[in-house]
């Protein structure tokens, strides 16, 4: 039996517990939601539900197609056992569509189909504002090698193709997400964090409503009506068609 032990990091979005297992983690999601590097902030009620059961679903997913990941087990509605790494201090951004950052840096309009997927890398480092690193800049921050970032890459697009055509299935658009990938006990380069509405945009396919954390950035209604539609759709309590 895993037993939850201190506390070993609260985040914006969730707590992380050592447990009596030397590399494995117990992590709990909370209802705190952030935008825009922490100056927007609100307690949603159920919004950790949310995102634990939907990340979970996603990683068991990506585990069944053979894409190696940090999740162990769902313990609850908010709790998940997951195994220890030492994160990289990179957020892989994956898009196929323009949104977000990119319309305003490119001047694109958001929506648009990119005719290549694009994959960029961002600094996780919030005294600097995440900033947008060109591969010199990893190499100058030694933040990973040209190897490891081809493995980044190749991963990303992996999870890029899985979850584009899962999401596909429940009439969902992925229009861009992000991921985070650490070392394992053995030096592996494992998936890690969490894939949630919190971390992908996600657009209905027929209406293009936004059914992930935009909702909250940009206050176009309620947050966990939305993360619920994308839970159910994915099987969560009604099976998609
Ligand atoms: O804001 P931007 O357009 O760069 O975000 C790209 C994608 O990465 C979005 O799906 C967003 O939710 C996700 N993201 C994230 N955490 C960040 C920055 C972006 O999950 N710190």
Same mark, same amino acid.
């Given at each position: 039996?895993?037993?939850?032990?201190?506390?070993?990091? @609260?985040?914006?979005? #969730? +707590? %992380?517990?050592?447990?009596?297992? &030397?590399? *494995?983690?117990?992590?709990?999601?909370?209802? $705190?939601?952030?935008?825009?590097?922490?100056?927007?902030?609100?307690?949603?009620?159920?919004?950790?539900?949310?995102?634990?059961?939907?990340?979970?679903?996603?990683?068991?997913?990506?585990?069944?197609?053979?894409?190696?990941?940090?999740?162990?087990?769902?313990?609850?509605?908010? @709790?998940?056992?997951? #195994? +220890? %790494?030492?994160?990289?201090?990179? &957020?892989? *951004?994956?898009?196929?569509?323009?949104?977000? $950052?990119?319309?305003?840096?490119?001047?694109?309009?958001?929506?648009?189909?990119?005719?290549?997927?694009?994959?960029?890398?961002?600094?996780?480092?919030?005294?600097?504002?995440?900033?947008?690193?060109?591969?010199?800049?990893?190499?100058?921050?030694?933040?990973?090698?040209?190897?490891?970032?081809?493995?980044? +890459?190749?991963?990303?697009?992996?999870?890029?193709?899985?979850?584009?055509?899962?999401?596909?299935?429940?009439?969902?658009?992925?229009?861009?997400?992000?991921?985070?990938?650490?070392?394992?006990?053995?030096?592996?380069?494992?998936?890690?964090?969490?894939?949630?509405?919190?971390?992908?945009?996600?657009?209905?396919?027929?209406?293009?409503?936004?059914?992930?954390?935009?909702?909250?950035?940009?206050?176009?209604?309620?947050?966990?009506?939305?993360?619920?539609?994308?839970?159910?759709?994915?099987?969560?309590?009604?099976?998609?068609?």
């Amino acid at each position: 039996m895993v037993k939850k032990m201190e506390l070993l990091y @609260e985040g914006k979005a #969730k +707590k %992380v517990y050592a447990t009596n297992q &030397e590399n *494995v983690l117990w992590i709990q999601y909370k209802d $705190s939601a952030t935008a825009f590097n922490g100056e927007k902030k609100a307690t949603i009620s159920g919004k950790g539900r949310l995102n634990n059961e939907i990340t979970s679903l996603l990683f068991s997913k990506l585990h069944s197609v053979g894409i190696d990941n940090h999740f162990i087990e769902k313990l609850s509605e908010t @709790e998940q056992l997951v #195994k +220890k %790494v030492t994160i990289i201090p990179l &957020e892989v *951004v994956v898009r196929n569509y323009v949104a977000g $950052s990119l319309a305003k840096r490119l001047g694109l309009s958001e929506g648009t189909r990119l005719e290549k997927t694009l994959i960029e890398f961002y600094y996780k480092n919030d005294d600097l504002g995440d900033p947008l690193l060109l591969e010199d800049h990893i190499a100058i921050l030694k933040l990973a090698t040209s190897e490891q970032i081809a493995i980044l +890459k190749e991963s990303a697009l992996k999870v890029n193709e899985i979850l584009t055509q899962h999401f596909q299935a429940c009439h969902v658009r992925l229009i861009d997400f992000k991921l985070e990938f650490g070392f394992d006990s053995e030096g592996k380069i494992l998936l890690a964090d969490e894939i949630s509405p919190d971390t992908c945009r996600l657009w209905d396919m027929d209406t293009n409503e936004k059914l992930d954390k935009d909702v909250f950035r940009r206050d176009l209604g309620n947050l966990t009506d939305a993360y619920e539609i994308i839970f159910q759709r994915l099987g969560g309590r009604s099976e998609c068609t």
